[in-house]
């Protein structure tokens, strides 16, 4: 059974930091693109960070040089470092899964081309 668990959330102010885990088990042999997801208040859910098997990296503009994703193979973990963090930043955050061809094959965006997802963790960002 594949279960991604989310960590980490929390409420902090303008400018503060917050590093989000992700545990994984479960999922097959293989390679994955393993992502980081963000639906705020009343908006849809949108991408955020991506990472592949050989550890290339992906980000959206408006994380770009405040996030940093990474991720621990031998503790089957995923993380999300947070820095900087904005009012905008606020919701809640999905890990999630998808398994790709090659270690260094490109993450999609999409967040419907992920099949495994964990549950969430809430971020606050107060002004």
């Known amino acids: 059974q594949v279960q991604l668990a989310e960590s980490g959330g929390g409420s902090v102010q303008f400018g503060g930091s917050l590093r989000l885990s992700c545990r994984v088990s479960?999922?097959?042999?293989?390679?994955?693109?393993m992502g980081w997801f963000h639906q705020g208040p009343q908006k849809e859910r949108e991408g955020v960070a991506r990472?592949?098997?050989?550890?290339?990296?992906y980000y959206e503009d408006s994380v770009a040089g405040r996030f940093s994703i990474s991720q621990d193979s031998a503790d089957n973990t995923l993380y999300l470092q947070m820095n900087s963090l904005k009012p905008n930043d606020t919701g809640m955050y999905y890990c999630?899964?998808?398994?790709?061809?090659?270690?260094?094959?490109?993450?999609?965006?999409?967040?419907?081309?992920?099949?495994?997802w964990g549950q969430g963790t809430q971020v606050t960002v107060s002004s």
């Open positions: 990472i592949n098997a050989r550890g290339g990296t």
């Open positions: 999630a899964a998808l398994k790709i061809t090659y270690d260094n094959s490109y993450c999609s965006r999409r967040d419907n081309a992920y099949t495994h």
């Open positions: 479960g999922l097959s042999d293989g390679n994955y693109c």
